[in-house]
Each structure stands twice: as structure tokens, then as C-alpha cells.
């Protein structure tokens, strides 16, 4: 599937930028710039290409490799040579062998009476490999670049250096207008793929709505035929987008990735993971999950109650990811001999199973989307909630604030099979989990995939209900 869909939200924010700087009517610094920031592989670059494809101004798309600060330098003279800037032989004539220098006389060969686009991709990579990058950005900006008419757009898929590079006390503090490109949502998959709703969830949490995985599935394809057809091509996006972006994660010497492997398989708590894991000490785990939470990696959830808890769990953080470790890493070897029918029976055994824990971060949040809804209030926060022996566990609690909340205003169920609807048994173990949590009469909601056979809720929800949360946000 060849076709752009989705991200109109940002293709206007570009649009719009590059506006401004079209309409520039001799201002001072008429320039503006975007920072980027999205997991890799969530069709960042190819969003920022369609824009450029859109646009009729000069541009320049460099993108940073991880090489060292020469390499990379030489790299931008190759792509600046090859660009359609007016001024680009005086880059090439000039040739710098600094970045200060290079950035500098980048701005001066930049026009002054048309727009322009600058886009640097990867903008971590220098961060790390080029001298006070961050400072020589900021510099070039304030004194040259702001100056011109021109659009720039840094873009990068470490989130935490991403955050970074615009917080305060950093050089480039308020430079730039963030933008966070998250993956295409169930809605653009039913648009995309067409697929009734409940198969669009399904979608989600195979593909993470990761484009590059979007386009191997034929329009109008079964969740069966899709699975069936990348699994029979190991070098299908499926596979290798994973294993790709792990590696540019984390080098082979890190642990990250024995750990992440361990959260994968279905391990929530601390100490479970840490036995997955190889038994690893107590320091040597916390210092390896914490990258993986400030990589957004890894999830921590806290029950969300009216009392504080220590009972946390971890997740993959994305769903692709999360279907990845469990369903395709282990039996890499298997499809790598053109065995993927056996993959395929695997996953159709412990799909239902898996699914219903899998789906749950997702519906909470299709419903934080569409509150309020009914009879249920506008809740800032929709949580879970549970106990270390998990004799008590609610998988939806509206509140309004987490972990501790000060009041609790919904409590509700999750049921997603395919044949078996909500009924008196779920909602009498529903009520009595809430006895346990609380004494007020707080509104019970019923999500379920199937429908519902008993009364007394005070709403329920269906995929189709729980996908009108997508389409209707402006930022879906």
C-alpha cells in the first residue's frame, strides 16, 4: 500500500509554519523551527517527506548517521551538493571542517527573498557525537539562521534527548515548536486497511500502527492472511522493524535487552523480571529499567486508589514491540527456515489470552478520548487497579488524579473475547471488587467486545464506540 494516510494534524502544523514563513513581510527573524520527536520507525521522516513533496520551497533533508562528528560533517556537504538550495556551490566550494563554520555558512547560502527548508534528522546523534552541538545550534539560529526565511525541522527518535534539547537551561530552550508524531491509530487503521473496529484493535496491537508495517497489510486482508503472508517472508517489516530498533537502542554489551526480553514474555513486577532475567541484582536491574523508562520503552503503572501502593508493574510501552517479544523474537530461527506455519499456530493458540492484558492500555486510553460518555463523568485519569495477590484487580478506574486519588469517579470491567458477552457473573465480580475498594456507589461501565447480557451498568462500550474516540480528536 503505496498511498499517504493520516497525519493531516501534522502536515497542517507544517504547512502552517511554512506559512509564516512565506507571508514574512521583512520582520526581523521571520524564521521558525519544529522539533520532532516520535519512536523509530513511526513514520517521522516519511511524514516530513511528504511534506517537502507537498511544498514548492528549496530544501535541504539531512539525516545523522551515529558516525563520528568528520563523518558526518562530510556527509551534510554531500547532501547540501545534491540539495535544490539557490546558494548550495558556495557550500561546496567553502567546504568547512567544523560544525560552527558549517552550520554558519549554511545560513548565508540560504535565500532572503523566498521560503526555505532546512530538516536535520536524528538531531541525538549529534548531540551526543558533535562538541557542544546544542550550543552551536543555538548560536546559529539566534545570530543567522532565525534571520532568514527559512523553515527549520530537527527531528529525532530518542524521546528523552528529544525533551532535552528544548528544556530549560538547554541552549535551544523555546527555539523550536515541539511536535510529537505518535503511530497511526485504530482509526487510521480501519480507514487504511478496512477493517471493522474490533479488527482495528486487533491491527494495533500487531502493527504498534507502525506505517512501514501498515503498508505490507493488503486492504481488506484478514488478521489470519496478514500474519500468514509476513510470516512467510523473513525479511517482511513485521519481523525486522523490531530487531532493527533495538539495535539502534541499545548496543549488543547492553543488558537493556535481556530485561526488555523478560517484560516481553509477560513478567509485570520487579522481582519476577529480575528472575526472567537471569537473576540479576537488585542495582544492576534498577539502573537497566530506568533506561528503559526514560527511553519510553518500558511502562510503570501504580494502581490508582484512594491509598498509596507500591505494588508496580512494568509493560512494553508498544504494542508491536509488546506482540514482537512475545509472539516473533523466540521463534526467529523457525521462520528464518521458512517455518512460519508453526509460528502462526502458536499465536493463534495464545492469541485470546494475550490480547485481553494486551488491549487493555489501549482501551483506556480510547476511553480517556470519549469522556464523557452516558452516564460516566469526565475523568482526568482512567487507571487500573489491583493488590499484590491480585485477589482485587479492576481494570478500569476514573479518577482524578493518579496514583493517589482524591476521589474516584467510575470503575469498570474489560472483556474483549470473541464469543463470550458481559454477563451477571462479570458484573457481580465487578461489584464486589468495588466493595473492596470503596464503599461509594460509583458508576460501573462493562467494555466488551461482544456485547452484554445482564442490566444494571451504568454504561457499556463496543469497539465501535471505543474508535469514535480516535476519529474525533484533533491529534488522532
Known amino acids: ?44 521522516s516519511s511524514l516530513v517527506e511528504e511534506f517537502l513533496r507537498q511544498s514548492d520551497a528549496p530544501s535541504m533533508f539531512f539525516t545523522a548517521s551515529g558516525r563520528s562528528a568528520e563523518s558526518e560533517l562530510i556527509e551534510l556537504a554531500d547532501v547540501i551538493a545534491d540539495s535544490d538550495l539557490p546558494g548550495r556551490e558556495l557550500f561546496a566550494e567553502e567546504m568547512p571542517n567544523q560544525w560552527s563554520a558549517a552550520l554558519r555558512l549554511l545560513a548565508e547560502l540560504l535565500p532572503d527573498d523566498q521560503p526555505s527548508v532546512l530538516v536535520i534528522d536524528e538531531v541525538p546523534y549529534l548531540m551526543d557525537r558533535v562538541d557542544a552541538f546544542e550550543g ?24 528523552s534527548m528529544m525533551e532535552a534539547l528544548n528544556s530549560y537551561e538547554r541552549p535551544f530552550h523555546q527555539r523550536g515548536r515541539e511536535m510529537v508524531v505518535g503511530p497511526l491509530t485504530p482509526a487510521d487503521l480501519a480507514e487504511m486497511l478496512g477493517l471493522e473496529p474490533a479488527a482495528a484493535f486487533d491491527a494495533a496491537l500487531i502493527t504498534g500502527g507502525l506505517p512501514l508495517i501498515c503498508r505490507e497489510w493488503r486492504r481488506g486482508a484478514s488478521i489470519a492472511e496478514f500474519l ?35 517484560v516481553g514474555s509477560g513478567e509485570r513486577t520487579f522481582s519476577n523480571i529480575a528472575r526472567a532475567a537471569g537473576g540479576l541484582a537488585h542495582t544492576s536491574l534498577t539502573r537497566a529499567m530506568q533506561v528503559l523508562i526514560d527511553k519510553r520503552v518500558v511502562a510503570t503503572e501504580l494502581p490508582v486508589s484512594l491509598r498509596p501502593s507500591k505494588e508496580r508493574r512494568y509493560r512494553v510501552a508498544d504494542p508491536y514491540l509488546r506482540f514482537w517479544l512475545k509472539f516473533l523474537d523466540p521463534h526467529m530461527a523457525e521462520i528464518e527456515r521458512l517455518r512460519g506455519d508453526l509460528t502462526l499456530v502458536r499465536i493463534k493458540e495464545q492469541w485470546s489470552s494475550w490480547r485481553g492484558r494486551a488491549v487493555e492500555p489501549l482501551i483506556r486510553e480510547s ?10 463523568p ?43 458477552r458481559f454477563d451477571d457473573h462479570d458484573l457481580a465480580a465487578l461489584q464486589k471488587h468495588r466493595a473492596a475498594l470503596t464503599d461509594d456507589p460509583l458508576p460501573l461501565v462493562a467494555v466488551s467486545r461482544t456485547g452484554v447480557s445482564c442490566s444494571g451498568l451504568d454504561a457499556v462500550l463496543g469497539p465501535a464506540d471505543l474508535l469514535a474516540g480516535w476519529s474525533a480528536n484533533g491529534d488522532a
Not at 139 to 154: F, M, Q
Request: proline share 5%.
Open 378 to 420: 469526565a475523568a482526568p485519569v482512567v487507571g487500573g487497579y489491583w493488590t499484590r495477590s491480585n485477589d482485587v484487580e479492576i481494570d478500569l478506574v476514573g479518577a482524578d488524579r493518579e496514583p493517589v486519588a482524591k476521589k474516584l469517579l467510575f470503575l469498570g470491567s474489560i472483556k474483549w473475547l470473541e464469543n463470550s
Open 1 to 44: 500500500m503505496d498511498r499517504f494516510i493520516g497525519r493531516d494534524r501534522e502536515l497542517g502544523v507544517l504547512r502552517e509554519a511554512l506559512d509564516q514563513v512565506r507571508t514574512a513581510d521583512g520582520a526581523v527573524q521571520p524564521g521558525r523551527c519544529i522539533l520532532i520527536r516520535g519512536r523509530r520507525r513511526v513514520g517521522k
Open 367 to 376: 476511553i480517556a478520548r470519549i469522556l464523557p460518555v452516558g452516564d460516566l
Open 228 to 262: 500468514r503472508k509476513s510470516l512467510g517472508d523473513p525479511t517482511s517489516a513485521l519481523l525486522v522493524s523490531a530487531e532493527r530498533s533495538l539495535a539502534a537502542e541499545f548496543p549488543p554489551q547492553a543488558m537493556s535487552g535481556e530485561i526488555l526480553r523478560a
Open 136 to 159: 552551536v545550534l543555538q548560536r546559529t539560529w539566534d545570530r543567522l539562521l532565525s534571520r532568514k526565511p527559512v523553515l527549520l525541522i530537527l527531528v529525532g527518535s530518542d524521546l
